[in-house]
């Protein structure tokens, strides 16, 4: 079973559209992650949540909306779609305590056209 | 602000032979963390230091602390070609209820057959 999974692993849209991508973990963790990986392999964290709760913002554009229905799934909705937001998104979940890893998905690669 | 920063951004070497990783990073921190990823996969965990540790050892891993210096180092000894991967420290800071984890730009370790 994957510990950490969002769906889908590809997503190729044009500018101007509204995409989601889903990620689930099943771990048991309490904080989960949204994380963007620039072409140059530069890992970014955008958003984090603790128990549904939003506790890290990134300065990230509003147009990035994220939703976590319960402490499982922690979603990513992006409005109005630009070209530089093309990239490899990750999530990750943790247990939020201090001394412990983060597990990863597979990472979402979203090409904006 | 980014914590990590990793070099050599890129490091080639023959099977067997041992290669060395650094990682400098500004600010205080409750552990560091090391991560590997393949082409087109997600962040696998590695090895997990703390701050009052200074050296650690997980199979041919061997990970060094010196938080004087704000620096680590990770060692992989006797090189194979499946190690071939980039390769992330990780800053793992507590404030407040925030949990959070700034990875560094990475190397690219290339191991020849």
């Known amino acids: 079973d994957t510990a950490v999974s969002q769906t889908p692993k590809y997503l190729v849209t044009q500018m101007g559209n509204d995409k989601s991508i889903k990620c689930e973990q099943n771990l048991g963790h309490d904080t989960m992650y949204w994380y963007k990986q620039d072409s140059k392999k530069f890992l970014k964290i955008m958003f984090s949540y603790n128990n549904k709760e939003l506790i890290i913002n990134e300065t990230v554009p509003n147009r990035f909306s994220p939703k976590s229905p319960d402490k499982a799934h922690l979603n990513l909705h992006i409005n109005s779609l630009e070209l530089g937001d093309s990239a490899v998104y990750f999530c990750?979940?943790?247990?939020?305590?201090?001394?412990?890893?983060?597990?990863f998905g597979q990472g979402t690669r979203l090409t904006v056209v | 602000s980014q914590q990590g920063e990793e070099d050599p951004q890129a490091l080639s070497i023959q099977e067997g032979e041992n290669a060395t990783m650094n990682c400098s990073y500004k600010?205080?921190?409750?552990?560091l963390q090391w991560y590997r990823q393949n082409s087109g996969r997600g962040l696998v965990h590695l090895i997990l230091i703390r701050s009052n540790e200074r050296e650690k050892h997980s199979g041919r891993l061997r990970v060094t602390l010196d938080t004087s210096k704000k620096s680590s180092s990770l060692l992989i000894t006797a090189s194979r070609a499946a190690d071939t991967a980039s390769y992330f420290c990780a800053t793992a800071a507590l404030g407040g209820s925030n949990y959070k984890l700034t990875f560094g730009k990475g190397t690219l370790l290339t191991v020849n057959p």
């Open positions: 990750a979940s943790s247990a939020g305590i201090p001394n412990t890893e983060a597990f």
């Open positions: 600010t205080s921190i409750n552990n």
